[in-house]
């Protein structure tokens, strides 16, 4: 039973840093119809430096993670800049080639600034579990890990669902050549976006690295894959989509870790992949375009 | 000044990623962004291997199981691919890339993630001649009509069904003799190495073929090959920047080189989204040659006046009956009923909303018949899929203007031609002369009045025996009004039932032989237009604004 219990809380915890990152896949997707392939490696360059900062300048827990926020809200918007407008909102294909050759440059910018074999581990260790709920055995940081995760993402949907900036982001995904028409600055919207996505991807990296203990210079690619991978099964542009399916592949693949299945855990979340799209072409909450 | 190309790997690898980009220009000419290329290659190099090492078999039976290996992973793939568009089937594809690679290191029969080893070795020689031929296939590939439907699905997979394209088919055709053509280059690629591990053929190998066509352009044979080309020669040349006695602030070794890369990656899509090498570069380069070609052919083109296909018998065309259709909760089609007769134009009247154009969609099958019958001539149309129906006689125009942009004039023509199957068919020259426009222009360089016309004819030129158009004159000024009406009435002249759907009601009551009026899903009135111009109900429910029009 315990042993249940804490297979569910791994799946949980590693749902939640899931979540948040194919979250931010979706924000992009859901509001510009475009394909970011950069969020792997920004997740990984934002918590890069953020572990390099607190090494060097022995910042607090806290701290460290506001700079991973910062410094993926910065990616974020450099990908609009750089990458998204000098292509333009109308060619999705060549926006998502362009946000390739931005993945490069941040990866091989860190490796040739950090080399390849150097993770960088967090300053202090990491507390051993020392809270009891229920059936549930875990640590102070996970606690901390699962609710942060809660209210960002419950934040992150009211802002898109209520405020005024959250319904010109539905518009522009809505109808783009319109919102000039109406005076509602389109820049300045793709740039909230992305920087929010940013922000989530960096805050995502910053929770991954408090559960390992360690960020690497290679550590963008796949866990970059495996975000777009969850966006996909949970239905492109849907919020709701993109947490059911994050928290639902933490979950299976604690399971399937838990059981043992070998050099396959890899492949879960693509085997996961391929059952949905088979079942559901759309996902589990997209709509047919 | 060092040579690169005295390099064997770098020679043998720059045709290598040459023959890749060639697998994903297959697949990707009908539109499916396939990054499950790296899986077939992997599958393609391990069958090569098995066969070679445990059955010794020679080179080109070898390379002949690895495509048919990869050809046959690749049936389910394009089955699956089949059912998703877009970023979905971007995804699922690149599913296979993992799987594939994760089930290899797993198979014990090829070795795990130790892989095979003791290959035959082949080199260079063995891999120019097979690029060679991939290319010299390719191109026929993509010139045959194959190619033209193909190119056709690229640019609109709707669209190219209603030209009679069936796209299944056609995509299901792509993804395998892509995998085939990645297989092959698989194996030649083991027998180099001389042994093949699962890591060699990861994601990254997929996204990297893929950038060799996107950044190449895919609009052309050239496109994928030049792309590789650059690439890998790019790659190479800043990897040995030091061997030019350059000072070591230039020193482009891995990792820089490929940050640079990225970046120019980024530069070519802000300047050429459609790739470095788009169609219309392509034909500019080879324009000279073209003239000559084309003045050869000139004689071909020469337009005939095109014999009547259809000749005006009691019998009907064209039987709608009892016709419904829902969109949920909305009744876009109540109850329709009428029928045409050959050589004859009824045009469907009716306010905005009152069910045309899902009328026309439904006839031409890109809606389910959800109640009612179809009858073409004799044959029921059911509930066959759209191309079978425009091989059967039943053609289109869509309301919003929909040609196959990246096709000149002529091959948008000769695909509808492709689907008069064994109907008498209409002069080639004769249908050019009907769009008006040069053959050589892409059509994507037309304007929206000749793109139409362009479509028209598409349209005309699989023979149909019931043609129907969704607002053909919309966007068209009074000049080119009356050519339009011209155009009908030669069609009608033909022997074609012409179903015309059109705001313009002059040219609906100046045409058209007979008028069906739609209200609410419901025909309210059908008859000659100086009935129907009189008719009490038609003016309270539509006619108030022909008063004014007219």
Redesign the interface.
């Known amino acids: 039973m315990t042993e249940l219990a804490q297979t569910l809380l791994n799946g949980l915890l590693l749902g939640a840093n899931y979540a948040l990152l194919a979250l931010s896949y979706t924000l992009v997707f859901g509001v510009l119809r475009l394909l970011t392939l950069a969020h792997g490696q920004i997740f990984m360059a934002a918590g890069l430096v953020a572990l390099v900062a607190a090494d060097r300048q022995g910042l607090p827990l806290i701290v460290t993670g506001l700079v991973a926020i910062v410094v993926g809200a910065s990616l974020g918007v450099a990908t609009d800049l750089f990458a998204f407008r000098p292509v333009g909102l109308g060619r999705p294909i060549a926006a998502a080639v362009a946000t390739i050759g931005f993945a490069l440059v941040i990866e091989n910018t860190a490796l040739q600034l950090r080399g390849s074999s150097t993770a960088v581990a967090l300053r202090e260790p990491l507390p051993a579990p020392d809270l009891v709920l229920g059936p549930f055995l875990l640590s102070t940081v996970q606690l901390f890990i699962l609710a942060i995760a809660a209210v960002v993402m419950v934040a992150t949907n009211a802002f898109v669902d209520r405020s005024r900036w959250g319904m010109a982001m539905r518009a522009l995904a809505e109808s783009p050549r319109l919102l000039p028409l109406l005076g509602i600055p389109v820049g300045r919207i793709t740039v909230l976006t992305l920087a929010i996505s940013g922000a989530l991807a960096g805050l995502a990296s910053f929770l991954v690295a408090l559960r390992n203990g360690s960020v690497s210079p290679l550590a963008g690619t796949d866990i970059g894959l495996v975000g777009l991978a969850i966006m996909t099964i949970g239905g492109l542009g849907s919020l709701p989509g993109a947490m059911v399916a994050g928290i639902g592949l933490g979950i299976v693949e604690a399971f399937a870790s838990s059981i043992g299945v070998g050099t396959f855990q890899s492949a879960v979340p693509w085997l996961l992949l391929v059952l949905i799209l088979l079942v559901r072409p759309h996902g589990i909450l997209g709509k047919p375009e | 000044m060092i040579d690169v190309f005295q390099n064997d790997a770098f020679r043998f690898f720059l045709l290598f990623n040459m023959l890749v980009a060639l697998g994903m220009y297959v697949v990707y000419s009908t539109g499916q962004?396939s990054l499950g290329q790296a899986g077939f290659a992997a599958v393609g190099a391990y069958a090569g291997s098995y066969v070679d090492v445990k059955l010794g078999w020679p080179l080109v039976p070898v390379l002949l199981a690895a495509a048919a290996a990869a050809a046959l992973v690749a049936i389910p793939v394009a089955f699956?691919a089949n059912?998703?568009?877009?970023?979905?089937l971007v995804?699922?594809t690149?599913?296979?890339t993992?799987?594939v690679r994760?089930?290899l290191?797993?198979l014990d029969a090829v070795g795990g993630?130790q892989g095979i080893h003791g290959m035959e070795p082949s080199g260079v020689l063995e891999m120019a001649v097979v690029l060679a031929l991939a290319i010299g296939g390719v191109a026929w590939l993509m010139a045959s009509p194959l190619g033209l439907e193909m190119r056709a699905i690229f640019d609109d997979e709707d669209a190219a069904a209603a030209a009679g394209v069936s796209t299944r088919t056609v995509k299901i055709i792509a993804v395998v003799a892509g995998a085939a053509l990645t297989g092959i280059a698989g194996a030649l690629f083991a027998r180099y190495l001389s042994f093949i591990r699962p890591d060699l053929f990861g994601?990254?190998l997929s996204?990297s073929i893929a950038?060799y066509v996107?950044?190449g352009g895919v609009h052309s044979l050239a496109g994928p090959l030049v792309g590789a080309f650059l690439i890998t020669y790019l790659l190479e040349v800043l990897n040995r920047m030091q061997q030019f006695g350059l000072p070591p602030v230039l020193d482009f070794a891995?990792?820089?080189?490929?940050?640079i890369?990225?970046?120019?990656?980024?530069?070519v899509?802000?300047v050429r989204?459609?790739g470095l090498l788009t169609r219309g570069a392509v034909r500019s380069l080879l324009a000279p040659l073209r003239r000559r070609v084309r003045r050869l052919r000139a004689s071909a083109h020469a337009a005939a006046t095109p014999a009547r296909l259809w000749t005006a018998g009691e019998g009907a065309a064209l039987e709608v009956v009892g016709v419904g259709h829902r969109f949920g909760g909305l009744v876009a089609l109540e109850d329709v009923a009428f029928t045409i007769r050959p050589a004859e134009i009824v045009a469907l009247l009716g306010a905005n909303g009152a069910g045309k154009t899902t009328l026309i969609n439904v006839v031409a099958g890109r809606l389910p018949l959800q109640r009612g019958s179809l009858r073409l001539a004799r044959t029921s149309l059911g509930l066959l899929p759209a191309h079978r129906r425009t091989r059967l006689g039943v053609s289109r125009t869509f309301q919003s203007v929909r040609v196959f942009g990246h096709l000149t004039v002529g091959e948008n023509v000769r695909l509808g031609l492709r689907a008069a199957r064994d109907r008498a068919r209409l002069p080639l020259g004769w249908l050019i002369e009907l769009t008006g426009a040069p053959p050589e222009a892409l059509a994507r360089d037309l304007t929206l009045v000749s793109q139409r016309r362009v479509e028209i004819a598409r349209a005309v030129a699989s023979s149909p025996l019931v043609l129907l158009l969704d607002e053909p004159s919309a966007g068209m000024n009074e000049r080119e009004r009356g050519e339009l009406a011209q155009i009908i009435r030669s069609l009608r002249d033909l022997g074609i039932a012409v179903v015309l759907v059109d705001h313009n009601v002059d040219l609906a009551l100046g045409i058209a032989d007979r008028i069906v009026v739609l209200d609410f899903g419901l025909v309210i009135a059908e008859g000659v237009p100086d009935a129907i111009r009189r008719d009490e109900r038609v003016r309270a429910a539509y006619l108030g604004t022909m008063g004014r029009s007219a």
């Open positions: 962004l699956g059912r998703v568009r877009g970023l979905y995804m699922g690149l599913a296979v993992e799987v994760v089930s290191s797993n993630i994601i990254g996204f950038l996107l950044i891995s990792p820089w080189r490929f940050a890369y990225g970046g120019l990656v980024m530069a899509m802000a989204p459609e």
